[in-house]
Nanobody, 124 residues
Framework: QVELAESGGGTVQPGGSLTLSCTASGNIFSINGMGWYRQVPGKSREFVAVKTAGGSTFVENFAKGRFTISGDNFSDATKNTLHLGMTDLKPEDTGVYYC??????????????WGQGTQVTVSS
């Protein structure tokens, strides 16, 4: 079993920066990747970025050049932390950001894990 806890959300002005963190605790060796989704108002949940246990990273097109995913390398059996560095934030980045972890391959499936989400608000 794995639990995910996000932190770092908040309110920032357009052009500002935030770093979100997600700490996974539990049986980390059962996880093959961790990443981020977001749900902005009026839209369905969308993929943002992922980091695999093998070290590969992928960032969705809308976030390239502005968002960076980084974190631990899944080497601790009981804990792993992931970060999402966000720069040049825009009002359309406003939404709830969710951390997810997968047993096998991305994207998350029914038996994978989700955090509770953290609110990001970009507003002047």
């Amino acid at each position: 079993q794995v639990e995910l806890a996000e932190s770092g959300g908040g309110t920032v002005q357009p052009g500002g920066s935030l770093t979100l963190s997600c700490t996974a605790s539990g049986n980390i060796f059962s996880i093959n990747g961790m990443g981020w989704y977001r749900q902005v108002p009026g839209k369905s949940r969308e993929f943002v970025a992922v980091k695999t246990a093998g070290g590969s990273t992928f960032v969705e097109n809308f976030a390239k050049g502005r968002f960076t995913i980084s974190g631990d390398n899944f080497s601790d059996a009981t804990k792993n932390t992931l970060h999402l560095g966000m720069t040049d934030l825009k009002p359309e980045d406003t939404g709830v950001y969710y951390c997810a972890a997968v047993h096998q391959t991305w994207p998350p499936e029914e038996n994978d894990y989700w955090g509770q989400g953290t609110q990001v608000t970009v507003s002047s």
